[in-house]
Nanobody, 131 residues
Framework: QVQLVESGGGLVQPGGSLRLSCAAF????????IGWFRQAPGKEREGVSC????????YYVDTVKDRFTISRDNAKNTVYLQMNSLKPEDTGVYYC????????????????????????WGQGTQVTVSS
């Protein structure tokens, strides 16, 4: 059975850092792309980042570029999202997800940040950025 489990969320002050983890069960994470999404109250679910399974190409939404870094540890079957310089607008429930394919996108033909393209989802972890 395929399962994704997020952890690492919590309460942090503006300017602080958190590292989220996405552990995969039931499949080899190295073979598949993994995306991070977030959802704030009253807002649509938003693509944050994605990492491909083969060449490990990475993608970020403009609002987190230069602050967030996605990476994977294949030995631990885990994908991470390092979040630095956090802002209140980063607050939300963060989910990891897999589209059940190797790459986040192909030549920009298929967008990487569309929730409907992702088949498997974790339960989410709450990130709250507040003073």
């Amino acid at each position: 059975q395929v399962q994704l489990v997020e952890s690492g969320g919590g309460l942090v002050q503006p300017g602080g850092s958190l590292r989220l983890s996405c552990a995969a069960f039931g499949f080899t994470l190295d073979d598949y792309a993994i995306g991070w999404f977030r959802q704030a109250p009253g807002k649509e679910r938003e693509g944050v980042s994605c990492i491909s399974g083969d060449d490990e190409s990475t993608y970020y939404v403009d609002t987190v570029k230069d602050r967030f870094t996605i990476s994977r540890d294949n030995a631990k079957n885990t994908v991470y999202l390092q979040m630095n310089s956090l802002k209140p607008e980063d607050t939300g429930v963060y989910y990891c997800a897999s589209p059940s394919k190797t790459y986040c996108t192909l030549m920009s033909e298929i967008p990487w940040d569309q929730p409907a393209e992702y088949e498997y989802w974790g339960q989410g972890t709450q990130v709250t950025v507040s003073s």
